[in-house]
């Protein structure tokens, strides 16, 4: 099968379940104070962060039980609870708990919903969440 090379390379990708496929932040090589830090401790660090690139269509939930109402139509496609993570979101989430893959010499994480501690999202309209 021949793929579009001008699609991104994450349009091939389809997440699972109650996944998120994260693009890792490049880590800083040096402190602060100007102190080389080689690769291996950095990814010692049990709290990692970078961009979600996509979701998974969430947990999925079994049909309602509503058996005694036999004149109902039934819904015959999967249903599932969303995820919180958007695409474009940076995610504080527990390292090892993340999964690293690497496709065309690019690393992605794969993270399971229940590792990501914060998301920071910068356009979002907060007066959705403050009523």
């Known amino acids: 099968m021949l793929f579009d090379k001008r699609r991104n390379v994450t349009d091939k990708f389809i ?17 602060k104070s100007g102190i080389y830090l080689p690769p291996g401790i ?18 999925p939930v079994g049909p309602p039980s509503d058996t005694d109402e036999p004149w109902k139509e039934r819904a015959e496609s999967p249903q599932y609870i969303p995820l919180q993570a958007k695409t474009g979101d940076l995610a504080i989430f527990v390292q090892n708990s993340a999964y690293e893959i690497e496709y ?25 969440y403050l009523g």
């Open 15 to 31: 997440v699972v379940g109650d996944r998120v496929l994260i693009k890792p932040k490049s880590l800083d090589e040096t402190t």
């Open 104 to 128: 065309e010499d690019e690393r992605y994480l794969i993270v399971p919903n229940s590792a990501i501690l914060l998301l920071i999202r910068e356009n979002d309209d907060l007066e959705d």
């Open 42 to 59: 950095q990814e010692k660090a049990k709290i990692q962060s970078g961009y979600v690139l996509k979701t998974g269509p969430g947990y």
